[in-house]
Every structure is written in C-alpha cells, then in structure tokens.
C-alpha cells in the first residue's frame, strides 16, 4: 500500500476564532482523502434542529462553555465510527477541548498528527467581532478581510448572515480564558507522544502553506 493511502488520523487544534475552520477548508482541499468531523458545526444543527442532544448544549454553548465531556465522546465516537469501520482518514476539528476527552479518544484511536495553530488573543478579539456566518451552510464572512457582496446578506443564498451567540465580546473573553485553562494543556499531550506541530502567525493564508508541507512530510514517513 502506498503510503498516501494508508488512513490517518489528524487534529487541528487552537484558540477559538483562530482559524480552525479556514485551514480545515484549505487541508480538505489539497488532502480529499480526509474526512472533516467539526464538533461545533454538528453541535450548531442539533441546536438548530432541536433535538435532545441540540437542547442540552445550547445551554453550554450560549455562554462559551465546553459541553460536557460525556456527551461529546458519545457524538465523536457516534459520528466518526462509519469512516473508521471504512478505513478512512478523519480530520477532527473542534475535539478534543481537554485532557479527558483526548484519553479516551486515545483509547480507541491512535491520533498520528496534531496542527496546533497559535494566534494572538488581540487577532482573535478582533476577528470575532467581525465575524459574520450564514447559518444553515456555515458559510463565514469577515467584514475587512471577506465581506460579502452585500453587507449582511449570503453571496449564494441571498439569505441574511447572523452573528454567533458566543461571538459577542464578553463571552469571546471567557471561551478565550476557558481554552488555555481547559484546551492548552492538550498541546503538551500531544507534544509528548511526538505528534504535534505547532504554527504561529495572524493570517491563515500565511500560515496555511507550511501546514500543507508538514502534512505531505507526514504522509510521506
Ligand atoms: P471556531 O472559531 O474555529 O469556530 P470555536 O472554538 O469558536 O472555533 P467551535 O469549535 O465551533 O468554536 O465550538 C463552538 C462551541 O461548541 C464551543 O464554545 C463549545 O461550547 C462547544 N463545543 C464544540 N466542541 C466541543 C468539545 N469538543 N467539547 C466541549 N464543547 C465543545
């Protein structure tokens, strides 16, 4: 078997509003083989579409609080299985948030590398404030660096664009202050079984090329 086709395991860990999202995109694109699980995208729909699991979040998710961990190891574990029984390569985005839920991912899965983006808190203040989605795609704007067409409105849809719940200031401060208590100590985790590799910068499109070399050197072991 080729190395390229062997399935692989892949994180990206890093603040919230530090770019996840946009480098998920970017690895998708250039890695098709990964499969993407974003905690926070499936939480949204189930908050959207109402149902238990959707009900007993939101209360968690309103004020910048980590939904218990118990809960999102049964959706990890729940959402990631059919790709695993497959045999195919995952890319998780947004989980694991702490210690206990990174061991039991282990339990199950050996993670064979970690994109641990590091940005600034002022760039992350500043780009929740101006960040802007589309709800029912999950589409992202940013009024200095990505405006849409129309302000306010989706280019595709033509539907309104909202501001997340947790992007407003107060509760970006404590999602902020919640990651380096509960979400940093997660980068020495990774660190010390020789996974990780750290990326800092302000700008995904800057950052993004080494990420992609990395990944190909990691592909290539
Ligand atoms: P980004 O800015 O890249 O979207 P984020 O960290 O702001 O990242 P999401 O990953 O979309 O946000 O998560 C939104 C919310 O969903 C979190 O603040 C938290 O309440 C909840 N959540 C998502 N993943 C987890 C997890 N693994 N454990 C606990 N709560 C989670």
């Keep these: 078997m080729e190395a390229e086709e062997e399935s692989r395991f892949a994180l990206i860990l890093g603040k ?11 690895i998708l694109k250039d890695f098709p083989k990964f499969h993407h699980i974003s905690t926070g995208d499936i939480l949204r729909s189930h908050v959207r579409e109402e149902t238990t699991l959707g009900l007993e979040a939101a209360k968690f998710m309103k004020e910048g609080k980590l939904v218990p961990d118990k809960l999102m190891i049964n959706l990890v574990v729940e959402e990631s299985a059919p790709y695993l029984e497959k045999g195919e390569s995952l890319l998780l985005d ?15 899965i050996h993670v064979d590398m970690v994109v641990n983006l590091d940005v600034p808190n002022e760039t992350i203040v500043e780009r929740l404030s101006d960040r802007w989605i589309h709800e029912p795609s999950g589409r992202i704007y940013s009024y200095s660096y990505k405006p849409p067409k129309v302000q306010g409105i989706d280019d595709e849809t033509g539907e309104p664009l909202v501001q997340r719940h947790d992007d407003k200031p107060e509760t970006v401060q404590a999602r902020l202050e919640l990651y380096d208590q509960a979400t940093s100590p997660l980068v020495e985790y990774y660190e010390r079984n020789g996974v990780l590799k750290t990326f800092r910068g302000t700008q995904s499109d800057v950052i993004y090329p080494e990420v992609k070399k990395w990944l190909h050197s990691c592909f290539e072991e």
């Design 16 to 26: 919230p509003g530090g770019g996840k999202g946009t480098i998920s995109g970017k």
């Design 94 to 108: 947004g989980f694991p948030r702490t210690v206990g839920q990174a061991e039991a991912l282990e339990s199950s």
